[in-house]
């Protein structure tokens, strides 16, 4: 009998992809022959509705990603450097790399500081370009207002703040990017949109930073089918936003339902203001190695910084589990107990 794969760990929505923007890729393919917009106009206008901003404040891409290399190579140049907190989102310091930037790394506070961002070490290392992850990648833990605040007022250079999780949180900062020249907040429809595999992100930021980037990215990024399915689940109603706004208080129930199973095992997460939850384990890769075996896909997550009282008590080794519908979740759960006891 073939086993049937559960895949926790990339974090995308498990619950599938709103009704809308599915019935509009089934006759996607009578479009194809032409080019899509260059820059995407009509999903810009969509975009800057949803989270309440000008349409001359938005930039799209092709995946949060394409935003992100964008605006590196927009406001750096080889040789210049980037901070960022660790442990962060991994493709930034690929990102990086490509873009000839070097990394200034920055471990998080530790508990007793909920995990937030050391904003003067950041600061410290007068980065071209501070990038920032709220709810971060892989802890799932949020940055302070005051925090974040305090590196927007002084820093050096362009501040990002990638927000690819926000919906889970019930927190954005957006509200920071029209407000200051130097700031550009990154969001996706590949989480809690469920469109991962057609490649949509957006930033936000004044005008013309955003057409900085845009300068950088180039045309064409955003495909006329992707276009359409954004916009479709970006429509008000049951079948868009409505979908997104049910399933992201779903993914919020069961990752707090989870966390407290995952607690009854014995095991020890961070609190979580995603759709996923870090699980600092010493045998963090054994764990993983024999889940998958078992056809539960999660992340093994190694190197945390030991200045972490969590991470150095498990050698710097986590599992990072996506949230997904409960009976996903609890075949991780018998698995992970079977696996611990
Ligand atoms: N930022 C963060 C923090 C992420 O975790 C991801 C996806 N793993 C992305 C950005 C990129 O998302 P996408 O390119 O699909 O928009």
């Known amino acids: 009998m073939k086993l049937e794969v559960v895949d926790l760990s990339d974090n995308t929505n498990l619950w599938g992809t709103p009704p809308a923007a599915r019935s509009c890729m089934h006759d996607a393919s009578s479009r194809v022959s032409r080019y899509p917009s260059p820059y995407s106009a009509d999903l810009k206008r969509a975009i800057a509705a949803y989270v309440g901003a000008g349409a ?10 394409d935003v992100l290399d964008s605006a590196m190579r927009a406001f750096a140049a080889p040789g210049d450097s980037i901070a960022y907190s660790t442990p962060t989102f991994s493709m ?28 003067d070490r ?30 927007i007022q002084n820093a050096a250079g362009l501040v990002i703040l990638d927000e690819a999780y926000a919906e889970f949180a019930g ?31 957006y930033g936000v930021g004044a005008p013309e930073l955003v057409s900085f980037v845009e300068r950088a990215r180039g045309p064409y990024k955003v495909s006329a089918p992707a276009e359409r399915a954004a916009l479709a689940a970006l429509a008000m109603g049951d079948d868009g936003v409505g979908w997104v706004e049910t399933h992201v208080q779903l993914a919020r129930d069961t990752r707090e339902r989870f966390r407290r199973e995952l607690m009854t095992l014995g095991l020890d997460p961070l609190p979580s203001s995603a759709n996923f939850i870090l699980v600092p384990h010493t045998a963090a890769e054994s764990l993983g190695a024999r889940l998958r075996r078992d056809g539960v896909l999660v992340r093994v997550v190694t190197g945390l910084p030991e200045s972490i009282r969590a991470f150095a008590a498990a050698n710097g080794n986590a599992l990072r589990i996506g949230v997904g519908p409960w009976p996903l979740m609890l075949r991780a759960l018998e698995l992970l107990g079977s696996a611990l006891s």
């Open 56 to 65: 001359e404040d938005v930039v799209v891409g092709c995946g949060s990603d």
């Open 122 to 151: 950041l600061l410290d290392a007068c980065a071209k370009i501070i990038y920032l992850c709220a709810p971060n990648n892989p802890t799932a833990t949020p940055i302070s207002r005051e925090a974040l605040v305090h590196v």
């Open 171 to 201: 927190i954005s900062y957006i509200d920071l990017a029209t407000r200051h020249e130097h700031v550009l907040v990154t969001r996706t429809l590949s989480k809690a949109f469920g469109l991962a595999g057609l490649r949509v992100g």
């Open 92 to 119: 930034i310091p690929v990102l990086a790399r490509l873009n000839g930037l070097l990394p200034a790394e920055v471990p998080l506070r530790d508990v007793d500081h909920g995990y937030d961002i050391d904003a």
